[in-house]
């Protein structure tokens, strides 16, 4: 048997072996940083349109400003084209089960926000600058706001711009130009509703089919801001192109609630300041190419016509207004009160 003092004297050395092993191995881990913590946190970004569109370069930019101010601390991992979701709807539902941290979508799903559909109301802003000072004021963050019962944290309002017609078989000068012609549009009810009192036949596709079905001739048209028009070849496979600015879509960039509370406070001022960075390009951009882009699309083959009267436009698709009210109750008719004294 061993001696009582050898086997503590065999224990001692043992237990100091164990413990200059285990503060070799934490030095280890702490020498590049904090262990664990050093590791960057990973925000997937994620949008549907082609990556050279507004959108992304505004993502481009958030990128940039997130990962440079937060000493990469935070590193965003951009995935456009639809690549990660194909449509907006699916964008939307990502961010608030957590599958996809931060997103752009200018399809607000009615089960999470109906009110986002005030701003989709047709013809409800004369200009973009009136449409900006509505949304980065207190009626956009209002409305905003309420998708954070559902997981979802509002960042800004980016844009998608106002939309106009394109398709296959005529141009459109007055609604009756929309008779039997099948028209894609976004996963939206209020849309939806608005063309189909426009007298056209709304079609809900992801954004991902739209050209394949405009090849194929299963649709006749699609409707969607210049720059969508413009960077997804539509003018390919359609030639008449119709400026219809039937809607003004702001593009919510959203992000998951569960990791918005997971970043500190300072982290979280830098994501905001990004967003509104980000949101700034975007429509400067949009803005600026517009009328450019009427012009691109001429030399590209398409014959575009300007609608000079908006009036009987607005006339038949005023009951989608009231439909959308009746819906949601006293509290958007103030909210729609408010956005037209603001421009009257």
């Not at 507004?54 to 997130?66: H, L, S």
């Not at 399809?107 to 004369?126: D, G, R």
């Not at 954004?207 to 997804?232: C, H, K, Y």
């Not at 990004?274 to 400067?284: F, Q």
């Amino acid at each position: 048997m061993m001696p009582r003092r050898k086997i503590w004297f065999t224990f001692i050395v043992f237990a100091l072996l164990a413990f200059s092993f285990g503060c070799a191995s934490g030095d280890d881990s702490t020498s590049e940083g904090d262990g664990a913590s050093s590791k960057p946190v990973k925000l997937t970004f994620a949008y549907e349109l082609p990556t050279d569109h507004p959108w992304g370069i505004g993502a481009d930019k958030f990128k940039e400003i997130v990962e440079e101010k937060t000493n990469g601390e935070i590193e965003i991992e951009i995935h456009g084209n639809g690549s990660l979701a194909g449509s907006g709807a699916e964008i939307q539902e990502g961010i608030q089960i957590g599958t996809i941290d931060i997103g752009i979508s200018s399809t607000p799903l009615a089960q999470i926000n109906p009110f986002v559909q005030i701003f989709n109301l047709p013809y409800i802003f004369e200009d973009r600058e009136m449409a900006w000072e509505v949304l980065d004021g207190p009626v956009g963050e209002e409305v905003g706001n309420k998708v954070e019962d559902h997981n979802i944290k509002y960042l800004s309002f980016w844009e998608d711009g106002f939309r106009q017609v394109t398709n296959s078989k005529r141009p459109i000068v007055t609604p009756e130009d929309f008779n039997g012609l099948s028209i894609r549009v976004p996963e939206s009810e209020i849309r939806i509703q608005t063309f189909k009192a426009l007298g056209a036949s709304p079609l809900s596709m992801s954004f991902s089919e739209v050209f394949t079905s405009l090849q194929q001739g299963a649709i006749d048209g699609q409707e969607n801001p210049l720059s969508v028009v413009e960077s997804s070849s539509f003018y390919d496979v359609q030639e008449y192109l119709s400026i219809t600015n039937h809607v003004y879509t702001p593009a919510g960039l959203l992000m998951n609630m569960d990791k918005w509370n997971s970043l500190t406070d300072e982290q979280q001022e830098i994501i905001v300041e990004a967003a509104e960075a980000g949101r700034d390009i975007n429509r400067e951009l949009n803005e600026e190419n517009d009328e450019q882009l009427i012009d691109e699309m001429k030399e590209k083959g398409m014959e575009v016509n300007e609608i000079e009267d908006l009036t009987p436009f607005q006339e038949v698709s005023q009951d989608v207004w009231d439909l959308l009210i009746e819906e949601l109750g006293e509290e958007a008719e103030e909210i729609v009160d408010e956005i037209m004294d603001s421009q009257s």
